[in-house]
Nanobody
Framework: QEQLAESGGGLVQPGGSLRLSCAAS????????MGWGRQAPGKVREWVGT???????NYRDSVKGRFTISRDNAKNTVYLQMNRLQPEDTAVYYC?????????WGQGTQITVSS
């Protein structure tokens, strides 16, 4: 069974930075793509960004230039570096992995951006 576990969430002031980690129970080389989504209170979950197996990244417009996704295949971990955080980035952040059998989500980690 595919398992993904996020860590690194917490409270940060506006303008601050955080790095989230997503550790997979299996080798992430089996995923054609991995990435992050988020869900703010009262809103639907939205896509944040993706990194393919070849390392190509894509991001939603609102985080371009501030967020960076990377992957370490040796550690079976994907990262989300978030800089210049804003209150509207407050949400539960979920990592996902996609393979030919489906899309798998982690349990999520809370990010709160507030002074």
């Amino acid at each position: 069974q595919e398992q993904l576990a996020e860590s690194g969430g917490g409270l940060v002031q506006p303008g601050g930075s955080l790095r989230l980690s997503c550790a997979a129970s299996r080798t992430i080389s089996g995923y054609s793509a991995m990435g992050w989504g988020r869900q703010a209170p009262g809103k639907v979950r939205e896509w944040v960004g993706t990194i393919t197996a070849s390392g190509t990244t894509n991001y939603r417009d609102s985080v371009k230039g501030r967020f960076t996704i990377s992957r370490d295949n040796a550690k079976n971990t994907v990262y989300l570096q978030m800089n210049r955080l804003q209150p509207e980035d407050t949400a539960v952040y979920y990592c996902f992995g996609q393979n030919p059998y489906g899309i798998y989500w982690g349990q999520g980690t809370q990010i709160t951006v507030s002074s």
